[in-house]
């Protein structure tokens, strides 16, 4: 037993007037030393220990335990268990489905992949349900509301942790920005309305991609804003209705799609695939936007009644259900009309309305696909507020943006903060601007989850070296990057694709002969392991090889902005919050102790 525990041990046994005691000398003021420094010097202080600061924070990790426990109490009160398995099916289904097919399939359609837009829908569904494995061994054996970041923290240490973080959080941010928008789109489709810009204000002055304000995307978010800080389980129950409903009707646009469509639109004029294989996979890394949301059910860990059983359940099984939805009804759109003709907003609305001749069913999409973009964006912003909230409690960020309010039990500060954050954005950013940011950050950390779990599975530390799995990851990525640049070259390079990929392969099935599995839960498992994990970090890599230079550069600038808070805020934060617990220790050990003035502090508190 560590000496840590030992001293807890030891503290549980100590009568409780004598804890009060202790309590009340660490709150006089006599208990804490007075430094009369000024707010500019001890910056300049603070910035001058930032490198012993960094070799302390910078890989500094957390046992699951204390992630249950010991963070989680920062929170204040605890987050009510309410939730069931139908109701994380429902969450996943709901927050998946209205954001994807009803955003990205006209555009990906006209532009990338033709009526072959299904089987870009397939690869990345592959790709986030591999991910979703790995997600759901980590929210099963650690149930805490922090998704990526708790996970990567507590295996590769706290910045990677915050790093993948703050660009989940980005990308839930953007991404409901954007859903937020095409909800407008939908809305003027279902009242009739043949421009889906009829609802929003243009403004002179401002540059091209800026200029259309979208008040009722800015309503909406600040609508669901309310009801969730009102309560998850009632917030659920809503999500519930709406995911129903939506699934009938989704159901609907795929008969009535297919009754009108005709088999000669899937390879006229230029085939199945007119922009060829690369188009396919380009139109996957966009469509992959379309997946968000399983994750977020990861997120509700700390309000499921029977984590273990319904994690599972509630994560693979939203995204196999979403998956096919999603083919079949990229296939009914693409066999409606040619692909050429598909519009890039509103296309389900647009091509009843304008192609089919079925006005009313035009108006019916266009009140189904509203219904389905509020359900996606009440599960997203569900997810984004715990996320938030989690780093909140990690001292990342404001330590009042992890506090839980007790009557609701939901991280009400940090709910607020990004509905404003999702609202501003909403209101003038142009659809097409969010879409190109979006997918690449959430691929970067579905990456870091895959490799995250490899090495959680086989490094025991004390059992033996990191340094072997450290080498497989690097190389498996390397190989990885070099098979998806070969890929995206103008010429040909198929030898050196076979190279590579052959490659790949080798070194997993060589790292599974050779290096035994140090861990494995109990509880629930990623099965034929480590291949499910280094395939989602192969797609992962893949895909992101697809996405233009404007993502990579964009991402680049926002991933600088986040290292730099880190640098000045973040490392300071957790440092001087380690040194408060350090203090606290000694506090309890001198308690334990006897300490002699504890017996004065005791008088006085009877007295």
């Not at 096919?324 to 519009?343: D, N, V």
């Not at 709910?415 to 691929?443: K, N, R």
Request: neutral net charge.
């Amino acid at each position: 037993m560590s000496s840590k525990e030992q001293n807890l041990d030891t503290l549980i046994k100590i009568p409780y007037t004598q804890l009060l005691a202790w309590e009340l000398r660490m709150s006089s003021p006599a208990a804490a030393p007075q430094h009369h420094h000024s707010p500019f010097s001890s910056i300049l202080h603070s910035i001058s220990q930032t490198p012993y600061r960094l070799r302390r924070r910078l890989l500094a990790t957390w046992t699951p335990d204390q992630e249950l426990n010991q963070v989680r109490e920062r929170s204040g009160a605890d987050m009510k268990k309410k939730l069931e398995w139908y109701d994380l099916v429902a969450l996943g289904v709901g927050g998946m489905l209205g954001a994807g097919v009803f955003v990205t399939t006209g555009r990906v359609a006209n532009k990338f992949s033709g009526p072959a837009v299904c089987i870009s829908y397939l690869i990345a569904g592959i790709s986030a349900f591999l991910s979703s494995l790995c997600y759901t061994e980590f929210s099963v054996e650690i149930p805490v509301a922090g998704g990526a970041f708790s996970y990567l923290r507590v295996t590769f240490g706290e910045f990677v942790g915050y790093f993948g973080g703050a660009n989940i959080l980005l990308e839930y941010v953007l991404s409901n920005a954007a859903v937020a928008r095409s909800f407008t789109e939908y809305l003027s489709t279902a009242f009739g309305l043949d421009d889906p810009n009829s609802w929003r204000i243009a403004v002179g002055g401002l540059s091209k991609d800026y200029n259309t304000l979208d008040i009722p995307a800015v309503v909406l978010v600040i609508l669901l804003t309310l009801c969730l800080c009102h309560s998850t389980k009632e917030s659920s129950m809503l999500n519930l209705f709406m995911t129903v409903f939506h699934v009938i009707f989704f159901g609907f646009v795929i008969v009535a799609g297919f009754y009108n469509g005709t088999p000669t639109n899937l390879v006229e004029p230029k085939g199945f695939a007119p922009f060829g294989v690369r188009g396919v996979v380009d139109g996957a890394a966009i469509v992959y936007f379309s997946y968000i949301g399983y994750d977020s059910v990861s997120t509700m860990a700390e309000e499921i009644k029977t984590p273990t059983k319904s994690l599972p359940v509630g994560i693979g099984g939203s995204v196999l259900i979403v998956s096919a939805l999603y083919c079949l009804m990229a296939l009914s759109l693409s066999s409606m009309i040619p692909y050429y003709m598909i519009s890039e907003g509103a296309s389900f609305s647009s091509a009843f309305q304008s192609k089919v001749g079925w006005k009313w069913a035009g108006n019916v999409v266009g009140v189904g696909a509203s219904l389905g973009i509020v359900a996606s964006l009440l599960v997203s912003m569900l997810g984004q507020a715990r996320y938030l909230c989690v780093i909140g409690r990690a001292r990342l960020m404001p330590s009042w943006l992890a506090k839980v309010h007790p009557s609701t039990g939901t991280p009400m500060n940090a709910t607020i903060i990004l509905g404003m954050c999702t609202a501003s954005i909403a209101l003038f950013t142009d659809l097409e601007i969010v879409l190109e940011i979006i997918s690449i950050g959430t691929l970067f950390v579905f990456y870091l989850v895959a490799n995250a779990l490899i090495y959680r599975r086989y490094v025991s530390l004390g059992a033996n070296k990191p340094l072997p799995i450290l080498l497989f990851l690097l190389l498996f990525t390397a190989s990885s990057i070099g098979f998806s640049i070969c890929w995206r070259l103008k010429r040909s390079y198929w030898w050196l694709m076979v190279l590579f990929g052959g490659l790949t392969i080798a070194i997993t099935a060589l790292f599974q002969c050779k290096v035994p599995c140090h861990h494995r839960p109990l509880k629930w498992s990623v099965p034929l392991m480590p291949w499910p994990a280094a395939a989602s970090i192969f797609l992962n890599l893949f895909l992101m090889s697809s996405l233009k230079k404007k993502s990579f550069q964009r991402f680049g600038v926002w991933n600088c902005i986040i290292v730099l808070f880190y640098l000045l805020y973040g490392v300071h934060s957790t440092f001087q919050a380690e040194e408060e617990e350090m203090n606290m220790e000694r506090e309890m050990t001198s308690v334990i102790d006897n300490d002699p003035n504890s017996s004065s502090q005791l008088d006085k508190l009877e007295a």
